[in-house]
């Protein structure tokens, strides 16, 4: 039982370039987000998804994409790299019960943007 | 606009007492969540709090007073291993995490 695991840890990339981050979970939730972490700042929600084939944005949209095509992933594009965009990625989960008390988070994927 | 404010860094002392306070300013509350965070790792729930008054889980107790915005976060017996950021986040009415920027704890011996 894995939990919430992303891929990849760390990455470097340079202004321009794309990516992917991948959120896998085998907890059965339902709802999956992406954050970002930066020094100085609490967690911001970036995109969010409610169940498969579902996603939403959430308070720093621009510049990502999202998809979920199955229930287990969550995956995070970044189309054109931007120094801005280095940041510490967390994947978090959590059932779709809405007195769930807890969202479960990955280990984050640190992202610099050169 | 919604707002989480919770002190930067604080510092105690092993085997003490320290109390992290937050206060809150929100669209709506649907729940009150501490979580502890240690340096490059991912934050980790701790406790949850929808109803005023104190929840008590071991070392770790949570206040909340709705009508004042404000909860705090008590560590009871202070171990090395505590020294960690405190994150306290509100569920607004989208039940949407709205998250406090983190207190930095700093046990010394």
């Known amino acids: 039982n894995a939990g919430v695991t992303q891929t990849p840890k760390f990455r470097v990339l340079k202004t321009g370039q794309s990516m992917t981050l991948l959120c896998a979970q085998d907890m059965n939730h339902e709802y999956m987000y992406w954050y970002r972490q930066d020094p100085g700042m609490g967690l911001r929600l970036i995109h969010y998804s409610v169940g498969e084939g579902t996603t939403a944005k959430g308070e720093v949209p621009d510049g990502y994409n999202v998809s979920r095509l199955k229930k287990q992933n969550f995956l995070l594009g970044l189309e054109s790299a931007a120094p801005s965009q280095t940041s510490v990625y967390f994947c978090?989960?959590?059932?779709?019960?809405?007195?769930?008390?807890?969202?479960?988070f990955g280990p984050g994927t640190r992202l610099l943007v050169l | 606009g919604q707002n989480i404010d919770q002190p930067t860094e604080m510092t105690a002392t092993e085997g003490a007492i320290v109390q992290i306070n937050c206060t809150y300013q929100t669209s709506g509350f649907n729940g009150l969540f501490w979580y502890q965070q240690h340096a490059g790792e991912a934050p980790t729930f701790l406790s949850y709090n929808v109803l005023d008054g104190l929840e008590e889980k071991g070392r770790f107790s949570s206040f909340l007073s709705r009508s004042k915005g404000y909860s705090y976060l008590l560590l009871k017996e202070l171990q090395m291993k505590d020294s960690a950021s405190y994150l306290c986040?509100?569920?607004?009415?989208?039940?949407?995490?709205?998250w406090g920027a983190g207190t930095k704890l700093i046990i010394k011996p």
């Open positions: 986040a509100v569920r607004d009415s989208n039940y949407q995490l709205i």
């Open positions: 978090a989960t959590r059932t779709g019960a809405q007195e769930a008390r807890a969202q479960y």
